[in-house]
Every structure is written in C-alpha cells, then in structure tokens.
Nanobody, 124 residues
Framework: QVQLVESGGGLVQPGGSLRLSCAVS????????VGWFRQGPGNDRVFVAA????????YYAEAVKGRFTISRDDAENTVLLQMRRLQTEDTAVYYC?????????????????WGQGTQVTVSS
C-alpha cells in the first residue's frame, strides 16, 4: 500500500521561503508521478506542481511558476517542493499525491494516493 507523508510546512513572512517534503513508501518515486496541490480556506483543492517518471517532466501552475521548484530525491524516495518569494495568497494546506502513470496529471481526481497535508501560512 502506498503512503505519502508531507512535512516542512510552517509560518513564514511574505517574501520568505519554505521547502516541503513528500516521503513516499510502498512505491519507488522513479516509477510514480507525484503532484502537489493546495487548499485554502473555503476553496477547492488546486494543482500546484507535478513531476513525472522522467524527472525532467515537470509542470507548474501559473500562480507559482518561477517561484516554486519541484524535484525528486530517488535515494530518499522523496519529492520536494521548494517555495520562494512566498505571498499571502500561498497560504493553504499543501498536499502531495501520487499516481502510477508515466505522464503528469493536473486533475486531483486522477490521483490514487494522498498525504495528510501540511499547513503553510504566509503572514507578517
């Protein structure tokens, strides 16, 4: 059974940085597509970024392009989300999710396993 566990959330001031980690067990990340989603208060869960089997296959939502970087550590079986120049609008619970498919999926309904989420709060 595949399990995903997020970590790295917290409180940060606008303009600051955070790095989220998604530790995957039960499946090698080199054969697993992983996406990051976020859900703000009263909002739907929205796509942030995803990385495919090929670590060069990456896609970002427009809202985070140029500020967030998704990467993979095969040795640690972990997917990372480096977030820079954070804005108050980035405040949300961040979830990682996985699906056993080669390509990238942006629709949350396509993912088969989810983590419990980690809170990111951007506030002065």
């Amino acid at each position: 059974q595949v399990q995903l566990v997020e970590s790295g959330g917290g409180l940060v001031q606008p303009g600051g940085s955070l790095r989220l980690s998604c530790a995957v067990s039960g499946r090698s990340v080199s054969r697993y597509s992983v996406g990051w989603f976020r859900q703000g208060p009263g909002n739907d869960r929205v796509f942030v970024a995803a990385i495919g089997w090929n670590p060069e296959t990456i896609y970002y939502a427009e809202a985070v392009k140029g500020r967030f970087t998704i990467s993979r550590d095969d040795a640690e079986n972990t997917v990372l989300l480096q977030m820079r120049r954070l804005q108050t609008e980035d405040t949300a619970v961040y979830y990682c999710a996985g699906v056993q498919t080669i390509g990238i999926r942006r629709d949350a309904r396509s993912y088969e396993a989810w983590g419990q989420g980690t809170q990111v709060t951007v506030s002065s």
